[in-house]
């Protein structure tokens, strides 16, 4: 994993993979798998739809999904039961915003099975080009959902350090 098990005790990334892989297969019904996992700079630059949701608890920081522009209109359209969406408005918004919520809250509740307090944030949405991420301070592991055209088109990013 490019060195991911030496920086971050694994466990504590094995929640969010757990959660993010069975969170979109039933909210979304669009078929991803896992990439392979990798760290980021500190300062990192993404385009699209990016949601933020904080973690606190028995690990604090981010994690934060990013979402190429036409996918995210591919998933609010499925998270609203096949509605058309041609562009973002505050409706699709809405939805992948419940979808990061529904993300972090099933990883909370992984992490509560195996020992561990969380709570999470309500989700932050930001849309545009070139918007700087900082994690200073936290390692942040990538977490790619690539399509079954070995496309990534959204990435969860992770960035914590144990409280």
Known sequence: MNGVNDLMNISYINPFIEATSNVFKQTTGIEVSIGKLY????????????????????????????????????????????????????????????LANMILGNTATVFYKNGYKIDITPPSILTGSNIEITSDKQQTICIPLVTENNVSLMELSVAFVEA
């Open 39 to 98: 760290l980021k700079p500190p300062t990192y630059n993404v385009s699209g739809v990016i949601i933020v949701v904080g973690v606190v608890g028995a690990i604090k920081g981010k994690a934060v999904l990013f979402f190429d522009n036409d996918f995210a209109c591919k998933v609010a359209s499925a998270m609203m039961m096949g509605m058309p969406v041609n562009e973002l408005d505050d409706l699709s918004k809405s939805a992948l915003s419940e």
